[in-house]
């Protein structure tokens, strides 16, 4: 079984500029997590979607960030204008989705490591 | 609030030796998961173990061993006979109530180095 795929695997752009993530879950997957790990820090979820909607975004920065599920596959994590600050890894997830009978493990993708100068 | 502690940042060993990883969570559900996962260099996150609230039984698989007591809100992670290929970041992590599939809040992890 394929797993959890990101592209690209590293980014560096120059701060004000703008850069887009992708992430191709496990085929039947129907929840999709986006993850921001910076250096030195444990993961910080920044959205959550079910199918094509979104479940959690509380703490995506609305102001630069956006992130999209169309037809409730892939997904895209934009960030315009990207800061210093943003230079992070971002992690992908998903799980088969909610349900009440099991926990629904969550599987990772590699990442994509982001430097912005 | 929910909240995740790894108080040990960095721990050294050296092959063959055990080592416990430090767990201490808050929550105020009843009901709530707990994980712990690897971080090898290549970055990838991998999953070792997942315990539900309601199950206090300690775990062990083949060198790995989990300790959850509820009294203490701990869930340390024990290696045994530690070897180099351990070395790594730890995670522990928390997922609340019974909303399968909730966002995992992470602690800061434990980077293992395990020497020859």
């Known amino acids: 079984e394929a797993g959890v795929a990101q592209s690209p695997r590293y980014k560096i752009i120059e701060k004000r500029q703008s850069v887009a993530f992708w992430c191709n879950p496990i085929s039947g997957h129907a929840t999709l997590y986006w993850y921001q790990q910076i250096l030195g820090q444990g993961p910080k979820l920044l959205i959550q979607f079910q199918n094509n909607g979104v479940v959690d975004d509380s703490q995506l920065p609305k102001d630069r960030f956006s992130a999209e599920r169309l037809k409730g596959v892939d997904s895209t994590l934009k960030i315009q204008p990207a800061k210093l600050e943003d230079s992070a890894v971002y992690l992908c997830?998903?799980?088969?989705?909610?349900?009440?009978?099991?926990?629904?493990?969550?599987?990772f993708g590699p990442g994509t490591r982001l430097t912005v100068l | 609030a929910q909240k995740v502690t790894q108080a040990q940042t960095e721990i050294s060993v050296v092959e063959k030796e055990d080592v416990t990883l430090d767990c201490v969570y808050e929550t105020r559900d009843t009901t709530y998961y707990l994980f712990w996962y690897k971080q090898p260099p290549s970055g990838e996150l991998v999953f070792l173990i997942r315990r539900n609230s309601f199950d206090e039984q300690n775990e062990i698989s083949g060198r790995y061993s989990w300790n959850f007591q509820k009294s203490t809100s701990s869930f340390n992670f024990t290696i045994t006979a530690s070897q180099v290929v351990d070395s790594a970041v730890y995670f522990c992590a928390l997922s609340e109530g019974y909303n399968q599939g909730g966002k995992l809040i992470f602690g800061q992890g434990t980077e293992l180095s395990v020497k020859p």
């Open positions: 997830a998903s799980s088969l989705g909610s349900g009440i009978s099991s926990y629904n493990e969550q599987f």
